[in-house]
């Protein structure tokens, strides 16, 4: 996961909601506790497309990337919300990593 020795990326995600793009949902990105504090959550908010780009906090980020929306390689637990979710929704996960196929690309459809 570590081995690429990318401290920050660009991450994409796609929610749908029974094949349906699903906007306006807010998407967070929380690390797995094992992980400790070195890594931060990051967080959407998906647009008319049902797309978002996460980013963490700006004062979390290099100087350089302070406008860009980034977030670290690791391993996040995802929660989505959304008021046509009202009814919940099974635990979600992903991987962001740079070096395996389509490690930063987040697709859910709920």
Same mark, same amino acid.
């Given at each position: 996961?570590?081995?690429?020795?990318?401290?920050?990326?660009?991450?994409?995600?796609?929610?749908?909601?029974?094949?349906?793009?699903?906007?306006?949902?807010?998407?967070?990105?929380?690390?797995?506790?094992?992980?400790?504090?070195?890594?931060?959550?990051?967080?959407?908010?998906?647009?008319?497309?049902?797309?978002?780009? $996460? !980013?963490? =906090?700006?004062? %979390?980020? *290099?100087?350089? #990337?302070?406008?860009?929306?980034?977030?670290?390689? @690791?391993?996040?637990?995802?929660?989505?919300?959304? $008021? !046509?979710? =009202?009814?919940? %929704?099974? *635990?979600?996960? #992903?991987?962001?990593?740079?070096?395996?196929?389509? @490690?930063t690309t987040a697709r859910f459809?709920?």
């Amino acid at each position: 996961l570590f081995a690429a020795k990318t401290g920050v990326l660009n991450v994409s995600c796609s929610i749908s909601l029974d094949g349906r793009p699903l906007s306006n949902a807010e998407v967070e990105f929380i690390p797995e506790s094992f992980l400790g504090d070195a890594v931060h959550n990051a967080a959407c908010t998906t647009d008319s497309e049902g797309q978002g780009s $996460p !980013s963490i =906090a700006a004062e %979390h980020l *290099p100087d350089e #990337f302070r406008n860009l929306r980034m977030m670290q390689p @690791g391993l996040y637990r995802v929660e989505i919300e959304h $008021p !046509s979710l =009202a009814g919940g %929704h099974r *635990p979600l996960g #992903f991987e962001v990593d740079p070096t395996r196929r389509d @490690g930063t690309t987040a697709r859910f459809d709920l």
